[in-house]
């Protein structure tokens, strides 16, 4: 993916430690488990711009993933410490694309990189809609 961060993207890393219960019987990181490492990243990084996810609810919306992907270069396993990078655009737009890359802390070996794709949803309509203004502030203000 080689997304380098710059003025035109938001970027925060989000240590995590490798649980057991995240491995397989290989002792590896089970592959689906990255989406949730993403998941975490991605929270961070929009509580870290001054708007968690609580927020964004409390005002009558939702952020549903639309698409997601990931490729996997090798497997964390049990106890490592590994870093998810998350970059999305400072384009304020109804449709978030966020990417991540997950590496092991100590050496920066990419472990695996992915993309989520979330959409704007009104909670009372179900709907798409626009991205509302506590967003469009909080992206402005970061």
Request: aromatic letters at 12%; glycine letters at 4%.
């Amino acid at each position: 993916m080689n997304n380098q961060p710059n003025s035109e993207t938001i970027e925060h890393v989000t240590h995590l430690r490798v649980r057991y219960a995240d491995t397989d019987q290989m002792g590896m990181v089970y592959y689906a488990k990255y989406f949730e490492y993403f998941e975490v990243a991605r929270t961070e990084m929009l509580r870290a711009c001054g708007l968690p996810y609580a927020e964004i609810e409390a005002a009558g919306f939702w952020l549903p993933v639309s698409e997601a992907s990931a490729k996997y270069y090798r497997s964390a396993r049990y106890d490592d410490v590994i870093h998810v990078t998350a970059r999305m655009p400072r384009m304020v737009s109804p449709r978030l694309e966020i990417v991540y890359e997950a590496c092991l802390d100590g050496t920066d070996e990419l472990l695996a990189e992915g993309t989520t794709t979330l959409v704007f949803v009104s909670s009372k309509t179900g709907k798409p809609t626009r991205p509302p203004q506590i967003y469009r502030e909080a992206i402005q203000r970061y």
